[in-house]
T-cell receptor
Framework: QQPVQSPQAVILREGEDAVINCSSS?????VHWYRQKHGEAPVFLMI?????EQKGHEKISASFNEKKQQSSLYLTASQLSYSGTYFC??????????????FGKGTKLSVIP | DGGITQSPKYLFRKEGQNVTLSCEQN?????MYWYRQDPGQGLRLIYY???????QKGDIAEGYSVSREKKESFPLTVTSAQKNPTAFYLC???????????FGPGTRLTVL
């Protein structure tokens, strides 16, 4: 079943922060986050493998709450280059990683000067 | 440079024709995937392959076929049985299940 992302869209001014949420109705092994710019391929951001795990890359970080079956992506001090559509991909719990990620519909992030 | 190539970038076909989309990778990855993306939608899995000469249906395999004769190549055929073939098609690969997936630039198919 497709994970639910919220919000569907958000507009930020440069320097503002944003949070994107991804919720699943199933127990999860991992959550993947990707960013896609218009007409381009999705680009990998990070994988969260354990409940409670947090990861970060510069000003983009994420958390994974295994009990709540959800993950959040945090973008701080946003830059124009952060604009794009963010997708979460969920890997259902089977004891190990699987080949079948299920992606949410995406959150469109627009950063304006 | 290692990566995934898809060709062509844009493809136009008449209704009722089969069309094959190319996907090649030089990352030495065992797993390869085909996704379909429609406007405002996420990526939906069509087929995946764990290893050469083996492939599995994804969530929306009807009207599509694939082959995996070489590790580097995973072509997708959109058959005339696919009712709404116009979409953006993305190929991806990963070294193993559950790992990061690397995506190709995509092929935008328009059926007239």
């Amino acid at each position: 079943q497709q994970p639910v992302q919220s919000p569907q869209a958000v507009i930020l001014r440069e320097g503002e922060d944003a949070v994107i949420n991804c919720s699943s109705s199933k127990a999860l092994y991992s959550v993947h986050w990707y960013r896609q710019k218009h007409g381009e391929a999705p680009v990998f951001l990070m994988i969260l493998l354990k409940g409670g795990e947090q990861k970060g890359h510069e000003k983009i970080s994420a958390s994974f709450n295994e009990k709540k079956q959800q993950s959040s992506l945090y973008l701080t001090a946003s830059q124009l280059s952060y604009s794009g559509t963010y997708f979460c991909g969920t890997d259902p719990y089977s004891g190990a990683g699987s080949y079948q990620l299920t992606f949410g519909k995406g959150t469109k992030l627009s950063v304006i000067p | 440079d290692g990566g995934i190539t898809q060709s062509p970038k844009y493809l136009f076909r008449k209704e009722g024709q089969n069309v094959t989309l190319s996907c090649e990778q030089n990352l030495n990855h065992d797993a390869m995937y085909w996704y379909r993306q429609d406007p405002g939608q996420g990526l939906r899995l069509i087929y995946y392959s764990q290893i050469v000469n083996d492939f599995q249906k994804g969530d929306i395999a009807e009207g599509y076929s694939v082959s995996r004769e070489k590790k580097e190549s995973f072509p997708l055929t959109v058959t005339s049985a696919q009712k709404n073939p116009t979409a953006f098609y993305l190929c991806a690969s990963s070294p193993a299940p559950g790992y990061e997936q690397f995506f190709g630039p995509g092929t935008r198919l328009t059926v007239l």
